[in-house]
T-cell receptor, first 114, second 116 residues
Framework: QKEVEQDPGPLSVPEGAIVSLNCTYS??????FMWYRQYSRKGPELLMY????GNKEDGRFTAQVDKSSKYISLFIRDSQPSDSATYLC??????????????FGQGTILTVHP | KAGVTQTPRYLIKTRGQQVTLSCSPI?????VSWYQQTPGQGLQFLFE???????NKGNFPGRFSGRQFSNSRSEMNVSTLELGDSALYLC???????????????FGPGTRLTVL
């Protein structure tokens, strides 16, 4: 079983919809949570990061972490065609043995159609 | 501020050859991490370098190696290439501070390696 599970989709929604992307994890040592967006033929781009349970909002994006359930989510409001990309959740443990290592989910392919 | 750069962007090699990929981190960043991305396995951590020292290593065979120079630029080498090494190789840079709460990784565009 993988340490981080993410539904690969694909997910197709109409413009303006609310999108919900989710990841579950099994490693209790994970303390730092990130969402990256990756367009085709590009490197991942950091969208949001958080290290505590609860919600964090940035424009149309809201990241949610529930450490008790080992579950994280990313919500996209008023989705746009330009949001069409692969969304990757990533996590790291705050310990010396985890230097520089992010553990990623498989990525969810999102398409927002006009 | 310039982002992370990787060269070359595309590479075609044949089985048995070796390859060297290069990564220049964001100015001021001292940590460079390397990842392999494939459709089947997703993004997998290869290794991390900080101040010219490898601090962490993923579960890849010894054919995969790297190094970091005093200016924080890093290279990754793969020897005796196999078909399964075809992938997008990504590097990411960060400040490298031990307090990882603020040690966010920024990725380069990647090097697409095809092994024939």
């Amino acid at each position: 079983q993988k340490e981080v599970e993410q539904d690969p989709g694909p997910l197709s929604v109409p413009e303006g919809a609310i999108v919900s992307l989710n990841c579950t994890y099994s490693n209790s040592a994970f303390q730092y949570f990130m969402w990256y967006r990756q367009y085709s033929r590009k490197g991942p781009e950091l969208l949001m990061y958080t290290y505590s349970s609860g919600n964090k909002e940035d424009g149309r994006f809201t990241a949610q972490v529930d450490k008790s359930s080992k579950y994280i989510s990313l919500f996209i409001r008023d989705s746009q065609p330009s949001d069409s990309a692969t969304y990757l959740c990533a996590m790291s443990a705050l310990s010396g043995t985890s230097y520089g290592k992010l553990t990623f989910g498989q990525g969810t392919i999102l398409t927002v159609h006009p | 501020k310039a982002g992370v750069t990787q060269t070359p962007r595309y590479l075609i090699k044949t089985r048995g050859q070796q390859v060297t990929l290069s990564c220049s981190p964001i100015s001021g960043h001292r940590s460079v991490s390397w990842y392999q991305q494939t459709p089947g396995q997703g993004l997998q951590f290869l290794f991390e370098y900080f101040s010219e020292t490898q601090r962490n290593k993923g579960n890849f065979p010894g054919r995969f190696s790297g190094r970091q120079f005093s200016n924080s630029r890093s290279e990754m080498n793969v020897s005796t290439l196999e078909l399964g090494d075809s992938a997008l190789y990504l590097c990411a840079s960060s400040l490298g501070r031990t307090n990882q709460r603020t040690d966010t990784q920024y990725f380069g565009p990647g090097t697409r390696l095809t092994v024939l």
